[in-house]
Structures are given as structure tokens and as C-alpha cells.
């Protein structure tokens, strides 16, 4: 594809961000909302990608900035809000542990309602919206309003960890499935209920989501129901962004390391064969070295 067809497509001619917004702008533009006139109602659930703002596809920075409001999560890069226009709306929707936060309830009403008077509403969530973003609620919601949607993918934090770290997911005679899997249950406040023994003896990769709180039990069930102590983990910590963080060990002492260097949310865990020729960053593999 020629570069003026990508430039086409993006409906600019030119990728480059924008400087971030001040704090000042943030608030005035969260401050709009007035409605237009004859708006037609449209949600665009939307990928952000796992942090980095140039992971974000070409349709989703278009939706952004057609955007009349959009609604999103924590830990979207600035550089993405201040791609859409200076009238829209801005909504801080995100969940964030120990502050108060709006409900999902209350976000799926300020979608329909938004839609109603404003026109294109992005509901812009981090990774892909269909990987554990609570989704299929919000589509329900817009859905049962007589609103019309669409979803568009992202860069999920799975394959985003992979390619920070250098591997692949899948390798053909020791990994031909993935497995994408919660590690936390949906209040957030306890370890998923799932079928440990088949996760165990599964010939995969396996990715847990939301996999801090609950590390050591994750480890200690898989270990438990047969899984190798001695295979590879990975925990990484922010994935894409510039705050990452890659901590590795084996399923038997992978939370313990995590709980010493102090990992926090958002973080992804990866088990498997395929993580041996993972390239883990020199202070972190000289620690996994001297810890061995």
C-alpha cells in the first residue's frame, strides 16, 4: 500500500499525534454537551491497543476523530484523546481500585443516552474490547435501545506482551493452541472458577488476564493439578507502554518474584513451552539468573 493510500485511509496526511492535553483541556471538553440537531445515534466500541498509541488501527483513529463523544476506560494514552475533535466530548468512564467509579449500569445508560443527543459516541476501551472488556453487557444495553453499533478490534495486551518479549504464541509441535483465560472473577476480588485440570494438562500457551491479586493461587492450581513447576512464566507489567515491566521465573516461583519486585495491575501472565527463547530484558534476566 503507497504511503497517500495510508494517508487515505487514516483521513490525514500525516500519523503524527498531537501534543497531549493540558489538564485544562481535558476538563473543558468533559465539560461539553450540547445536542445537535437531527444526530443520528451510532456506538463504535473501540480498540485502543494495549498502551502504545501508535498500536491503535487506522479505522479506530478515524471513528476517533468523527467522534461527537467519546467514553473511555483508564490508561488511554492521552495522545488518543486529543485525537478527537476539540468539540467533543470527553468521559472518563475508567474503573480504577480504591476511588469512586461509575457502575456498569451507569455506563451503559450514558452510552444510549450520549448516542441520543450527541450522534457517534466511541466507547473506547484498552486492548480489544472483545477480550475481556465487558462487552457483550454494553452491546446488550446499546442494542435493546434500537441503536446501531459496530466494533472495532485491537491490539489485545496477550499479543502485545509476546511481541515485547519476543516470541510467539504458538509453535508448531509443542503449542498449536492458545488459551486466553481471567484471573480474577467478575468482582474482581477473587480467582475465576475454571476448569484447572484441563488448564493444566492443556499443550498450550496460556495467558491470564487481571492475573495479580490472585497470582500465587493461579500458579499453585495449575502446579497442583499436574502442570510442570518448572516451566516458563512470564509476568509483564503494563505491556507496551513505557512503564513496562518483564518479570520472569517458572510456574513454581513466578508469584514470588512478582511479589518482591512488586508488580501491580494492569499485568498479563504467560505460561509455556513457547516462552524458552523469550527476550527478557537484561536487569530482569539477571535477576531471574542470580535467583535460579
Not at 476517533?64 to 495522545?79: C, F, G, N, S, Y
Not at 443527543?117 to 473506547?124: A, I
Not at 503449542?175 to 494438562?201: C, E, I, K, Q
Not at 513466578?254 to 537484561?282: K, M, N, Q, W, Y
Request: with cysteine; proline share 5%.
Amino acid at each position: 500500500m503507497s504511503p497517500g493510500a495510508v494517508a487515505a485511509i487514516a483521513g490525514t496526511a500525516s500519523l503524527s499525534f498531537p501534543a497531549p492535553l493540558t489538564k485544562e483541556d481535558v476538563l473543558t471538553r468533559r465539560a461539553k454537551g450540547a445536542s445537535p440537531v437531527n444526530v443520528r445515534a451510532f456506538v463504535s466500541f473501540v480498540g485502543a491497543g494495549p498502551g502504545d498509541p501508535e498500536l491503535i488501527t487506522l479505522k479506530a483513529l478515524r471513528r476517533l476523530r468523527e467522534a461527537d463523544v467519546v467514553v473511555h476506560d483508564r490508561l488511554i494514552p492521552q495522545a488518543l484523546l486529543a485525537e478527537a475533535p476539540a468539540e467533543a466530548e470527553i468521559v472518563d468512564a475508567g474503573k480504577t481500585p480504591g476511588r469512586p467509579c461509575m457502575g456498569q449500569s451507569q455506563i451503559n445508560w450514558l452510552l444510549i443516552d450520549r448516542a441520543r443527543r450527541r450522534g457517534r459516541v466511541v466507547r473506547l476501551k484498552g486492548g480489544d474490547p472483545a477480550v475481556f472488556g465487558r462487552l457483550a453487557e454494553e452491546i446488550d444495553a446499546v442494542r435493546a435501545a434500537g441503536i446501531d453499533f459496530e466494533i472495532v478490534p485491537g491490539v489485545t495486551a496477550a499479543t502485545a506482551a509476546a511481541a515485547r518479549t519476543g516470541i510467539s504464541l504458538t509453535t508448531r509441535g509443542h503449542a498449536s493452541m492458545l488459551v486466553l483465560a481471567t484471573g480474577s472473577d467478575h468482582t474482581g476480588r477473587g480467582v475465576a472458577a475454571l476448569d484447572w485440570a484441563l488448564l493444566a494438562r492443556a499443550e498450550a500457551t496460556l495467558v491470564f488476564y487481571m492475573p495479580v491479586q490472585g497470582l500465587e493461587a493461579i500458579t499453585t492450581a495449575l502446579t497442583a493439578m499436574g502442570r510442570d513447576e518448572r516451566e516458563r512464566a512470564l509476568v509483564v507489567e503494563r505491556a507496551g507502554t513505557l512503564d513496562e515491566r518483564v518479570v520472569a521465573g517458572r510456574l513454581g516461583d513466578i508469584a514470588a518474584r512478582c511479589r518482591e519486585a512488586g508488580v501491580a495491575s494492569p499485568a498479563v501472565l504467560l505460561v509455556g513451552a513457547t516462552l524458552d527463547v523469550a527476550s527478557v530484558p537484561r536487569a530482569v534476566r539477571h535477576m531471574a539468573a542470580t535467583q535460579a
